[in-house]
């Protein structure tokens, strides 16, 4: 089936930095590929997603960029906040005619005033 | 507003008992998941309904973990015995077309 790798975390930043959290995958063909956000105590919400080779999924100041050549969905903020930590999720597609997705391990992202 | 919701939010029990985990869907999704998310293992794609009808519930382990779908409103995951390693957060999810995109906000349970 396929698989996701994304950066241990946790990542610490101050407000206003910059963010990458990297995520590559392996696959089979080139499915969709998702980032989730999960805040503390709550489930996860679909944060973007990107359908095919060099889509830019985006949401509240969130962007990646599926790229094919290097099996990469990382995510980007130019401007992090507080409120942006949380624990943020890279997800494919399981593959092998199932449905579900698999989910990478989960970068906890913190952001210092 | 349409969530995904889960009850109970937190299950503490002894080990040996059942558990019985409820999720209502959003309304008009025709897929729901069951996730388990622990530190060690991440997320753990447990079993899926689509449209009702139970495709896959390959995640689970068969002799203690029951998953069913009564109604399009109802989904329950069921526990018996329960064991302290499954102790977990337990989520359900629904969607449309195999992608979960909605997730409750789970079922905390402790197994002593």
């Known amino acids: 089936g396929n698989s996701v790798t994304q950066m241990e975390g946790p990542v610490t930043l101050s407000e206003e930095a910059f963010l990458t959290i990297n995520c590559t995958y392996t696959?089979?063909?080139?499915?969709?590929l998702f980032w989730y956000v999960q805040y503390p105590g709550e489930g996860l919400q679909l944060l973007l997603k990107?359908?095919?080779?060099?889509d830019k999924g985006s949401n509240k100041g969130f962007e990646a960029t599926y790229r094919k050549e290097t099996t990469s969905f990382h995510l980007e903020k130019g401007s992090v906040q507080v409120s942006d930590s949380a624990v943020y999720f890279c997800?494919?597609?399981?593959?092998?005619?199932?449905?579900?997705?698999?989910f990478g391990k989960g970068t906890h992202l913190i952001i210092q005033p | 507003d349409a969530r995904v919701t889960q009850t109970p939010r937190d299950k503490v029990t002894e080990m040996g008992q059942e558990v019985t985990m409820r999720c209502q869907p959003i309304?008009?999704?025709?897929?729901v998941f069951w996730y388990r998310q622990t530190m060690m293992q991440g997320l753990e794609l447990l079993a899926y309904?689509?449209?009702?009808?139970?495709?896959?519930d390959s995640g689970m382990p068969k002799d203690r973990f029951s998953a069913e779908m009564p109604d399009a409103t109802l989904a329950t995951l069921k526990i018996q015995p329960s064991e302290p390693r499954d102790s977990a957060v337990y989520f359900c999810?629904?969607?449309?077309?195999?992608?979960?995109?909605?997730f409750g906000p789970g079922t905390r349970l402790t197994v002593l």
């Open positions: 999810a629904s969607g449309f077309r195999g992608l979960a995109e909605f």
């Open positions: 990107a359908t095919k080779a060099d």
């Open positions: 309304l008009g999704h025709n897929t």
């Open positions: 997800a494919l597609p399981s593959g092998g005619g199932a449905d579900g997705l698999t």
């Open positions: 696959a089979t063909g080139y499915p969709s």
């Open positions: 309904f689509r449209n009702r009808a139970p495709l896959d």
